[in-house]
């Protein structure tokens, strides 16, 4: 059984102490594009942000253009401008930050052993710094950034770790694996409730006695106890359910995010390749996604919304591609109306009232049945949709 490890980078496997790390960061950044911008300006533009970086759950918009769509106005230049400056920043000037950090030995030896387990990992780190800076930290960890299957930045993903919707987005990244997965990490409000909110098992490292681990931040320990702790546990006791109201919304968000991650930038020929006859092209499965979303996801809430106990009929969807012809249409656009379509979703899902969550139905196919187990069934879609085409960029 493979387990799929999320790992937090800062003050987990590597000694930071962000209270110290992030003002020497800004305050050398500040001072090397002096020249160009006053520092106080640098300081206000660099806060606001970061900010909305957090705020964010626009699935449409990678966090990096929701900085920049801030950062750039507000000192009064294009990032053209600044770009070759800030780019030289983060090749040449903050590498010298990694005297504020230092590596924690039992990091490498942990990841080693979970690399020969046969583990697949990610660097679930909060994606709030470029890609350069990020790697530049892993190395200070004493890690090879492109020994792991994913690292979150800010260039390509759309929540920071406030929201569930940021592990919900790690996982449809990774082709939303099957079987355990754990998030390993120090901090409760960030690594630990919103990962737990996901479905997700976690483990707190819990480096300080008087730290906040309690009956909520489930497993906890040290990150030299860690490997102990998951031979001694049983995997499969690791494995999520996504059946709650936090966990659907979540991954109803996440999904377009995961699909823009996943096809964006995709050209013509990508998007149109069947890789074998049983195979759909990309084009089809996002116009499926699309099509589903208008006019069947959009039907069911609306029931809901209309009926006290309504009847959830599933009309056979195996015949669109074909019938409509989706391999002649444009995967890139329809990808855009498929997240309109989801905006339009989690737009009328967020009106449903706890009480509206209970409410009780019968399915066309599952039978009796309430307004989050059919939630839910969207999300299931969307999950095997996403491992479908994951699984066809790895063959084209």
């Not at 590498?95 to 020969?116: H, M, N, V, Y």
């Not at 707190?204 to 702790?229: F, M, N, V, Y």
């Not at 059946?243 to 996943?262: C, E, M, Q, Y």
Request: with cysteine.
């Amino acid at each position: 059984m493979t387990l799929t490890l999320l790992l937090d980078l800062d003050d987990t496997l590597l000694n930071t102490n962000l209270e110290s790390f992030i003002p020497a960061y800004f305050q050398a950044l500040a001072r090397d594009l002096a020249p160009q911008i006053a520092p106080d300006l640098m300081f206000r533009a660099l806060i606001a942000g970061t900010s909305l970086m957090n705020e964010s759950q626009d699935f449409s918009h990678t966090l990096k253009e929701v900085f920049d769509a801030e950062f750039y106005p507000q000192l009064n230049l294009s990032r053209e401008e600044l770009e070759p400056a800030v780019e030289n920043f983060y090749d040449h000037i903050f590498p010298t930050l990694s005297g504020l950090t230092s590596q924690r030995p039992e990091a490498k030896l942990f990841i080693d052993w979970a690399f020969a387990q046969g583990f697949r990992i990610a660097i679930a780190t909060d994606p709030l710094l470029p890609r350069k800076a990020t790697y530049h930290r892993l190395r200070w960890a004493g890690l090879e950034p492109e020994r792991f299957e994913l690292v979150s930045t800010f260039d390509h993903f759309h929540f920071s770790k406030t929201h569930p919707a940021y592990y919900a987005e790690v996982l449809g990244r990774m082709g939303w694996p099957d079987g355990p997965i754990l998030m390993v990490g120090n901090d409760i409000d960030r690594d630990i409730l919103p990962a737990q909110k996901l479905g997700l098992a976690t483990y707190h490292i819990d480096d300080e006695p008087a730290s906040r681990s309690g009956p909520d931040a489930g497993a906890h320990g040290k990150l030299a106890d860690l490997r102990r702790w998951i031979e001694s546990t049983d995997l499969t006791s690791l494995t999520p359910s996504f059946k709650s109201i936090d966990s659907v919304l979540a991954i109803l968000s996440a999904t377009p995010a995961a699909f823009n991650g996943l096809l964006g930038g995709l050209d013509s020929l990508s998007w149109s390749r069947e890789p074998t006859s049983n195979d759909w092209a990309l084009t089809e499965l996002i116009c499926h996604m699309r099509d589903t979303e208008r006019e069947i996801h959009h039907m069911q809430i609306k029931l809901f919304r209309a009926q006290k106990e309504p009847f959830i009929p599933r009309p056979d969807t195996s015949i669109w591609a074909s019938q409509r012809d989706y391999l002649h249409e444009n995967g890139a656009s329809a990808l855009i109306e498929f997240n309109d379509a989801r905006r339009e979703t989690l737009h009328m899902i967020k009106e449903i009232t706890p009480d509206e969550w209970e409410q009780r139905a019968r399915h066309a196919i599952f039978g009796p049945t309430n307004f989050l187990e059919v939630a839910s069934f969207i999300t299931d879609h969307d999950r095997m949709h996403i491992q479908q085409a994951w699984s066809i960029l790895k063959k084209i």
